[in-house]
């Protein structure tokens, strides 16, 4: 049952406007045309609206990464903190989006312009407002039927199972829709991506050590916080500020490195952890590069860490990993839904990892 107020949207986004160019009759032919061009051109200009949330934008990387290698160019939407996570595919444009419904709109309607022949869209979230922004903004696009949005889409995909991880619900849609479009079928398994990470952000996260006088140091990275509630349980394991003081009576240095928002939180989950300055998320990518282990929720350091390849240990309590866990060979998830790790089995791991795994810089100045 829609809301009341995404039945309003939903009536506007449907409503015949005069105002709105890509549905009155010209626009509409010049539409057809375009399409019909599109056919015989295998390389298309696809717009893809990104999700909202770090992990999920990590987890759509290779839905990224198989539209480019299949020789497509893409503009990308989506909030200004995903640039670095996708910068590596070299889209000619990334639209920055606020998360305000008519600003931006007008940001994607003025980005429009006849002059970016954008034939196709791929929209990766599952809301209504997606949907309803490229298709007021004359995007015809792909994605999840759900919500009531089928009618805003030209090429509306079943939403899969509630049981298939995210990543994979991601790669199904992409595989889905390319179908639709005519393309070569995407491999049944997703192509692996690695997040680059550039000259300066590696500098920062070293200058951000050396500030720390942890330069050349082995440091465990600890991300003890946890954005939002999952079902309206904290997804924040309880034992952080144990381990933290376990680590340092082992001779291990606990390091943080939060966001500013998250700074007094992330200081009394793990009290006696080194304060890194902020970093930006390849930056953080870099500091995790230089750790010995990453020890964090199930979050977006979590999935940030996969893309990275770093070794990890991923705590779990509300969620359940089959659907949301990270996507990497080198994680090791503790817990279960309903069930939090202990912190003695944490720290019995970690005494393992840490044994089989020294920090990168630490092997690198032996």
Sequence with gaps: MLTFSQRKLYRFALKDRSDRPT?????????FI???????DPSFVIAVRLPNWVGDVCMCLPCLQWLVDDGH?????????????????????????????????????????PQRQITHGLILPDSLSSAALFRLAGIASAGHRHDGRSLLLKWPIPKPNASLHASQKWWRLTRESAVRWALPAPPTHPPSVTLAVSTNDDLAASQSLD????????????????????????????HFASLSKALLE??????????????????????????????????FAALAKRSTLVICNDSGVSHLAAVAG??????????EPSHSGPVSDKAIVMGQMGQWPSLAAVIDVVSTEVAANPSPKATASA
Excluded at 211 to 238: D, E, R, S, Y
């Design 23 to 31: 549905w009155g009759f010209a626009r509409a032919t010049n539409w």
């Design 310 to 319: 770093v070794k990890q240990i991923t705590l779990i309590g509300v969620t």
């Design 34 to 40: 375009l399409r019909a061009m599109s056919v015989n």
């Design 73 to 113: 160019e893409l503009v990308i939407f989506g909030r200004p903190w995903a640039i670095p996570l996708v910068q590596q595919f070299n889209p000619s444009a990334f639209v920055a989006l606020s998360g305000s419904f008519g600003a931006d709109l007008k940001t994607v309607k003025q980005f429009r312009s």
């Design 211 to 238: 500030a720390a006088n942890l330069t050349g140091k082995p440091f465990i990275l600890l991300a003890p916080t946890a954005t939002g509630l999952h079902k309206g349980q904290v997804k924040v394991w309880p």
């Design 250 to 283: 082992m001779g291990h240095q606990p390091v943080i490195c939060p966001p500013p928002n998250e700074r007094v939180q992330a200081q009394a989950l793990a009290p006696g952890a080194e304060l890194i300055a902020p970093l930006g998320l390849a930056g």
